[in-house]
């Protein structure tokens, strides 16, 4: 059976890192105040991973037209990348780019 490569699915949580609570719309992957994120997914949306670790940004990447943050794991060390939403909150976004330049990841 193929599975899509992306499942949309409209969940609301509770971030793990700083306790904000977040509405999802079906594409958010991490939390909009602190960037975190938690590793659920084998393919986007399908919640298909067992490992459950918080999932700590690391990077930021792309330009204007499409920031990615680069999340790692805190649990397994995978990393994955997440398309910036249009919600998330600027400073957090500046510290992770002034992070990596400096060389702190």
């Not at 490569?5 to 079906?26: A, I, K, L, P, Y």
């Not at 499409?66 to 400073?91: L, S």
Request: proline fraction near 6%; charge should be neutral; hydrophobic fraction near 30%.
């Amino acid at each position: 059976m193929n599975t899509p490569r992306f499942q949309r699915h409209s969940e609301n949580f509770v971030c793990g890192h700083c306790g904000c609570s977040v509405t999802g719309d079906g594409y958010t992957n991490h939390c909009p105040k602190c960037l975190w994120s938690k590793h659920v997914d084998v393919n986007p949306g399908d919640r298909a991973d067992s490992c459950g670790g918080l999932m700590e940004p690391v990077a930021l990447e792309g330009g204007p037209a499409e920031y990615r943050v680069v999340h790692r794991c805190i649990k397994c060390g995978i990393e994955r990348k997440n398309i910036a939403a249009e919600g998330d909150e600027p400073d957090a976004l500046i510290a992770i780019a002034q992070k990596r330049q400096m060389g702190n990841n």
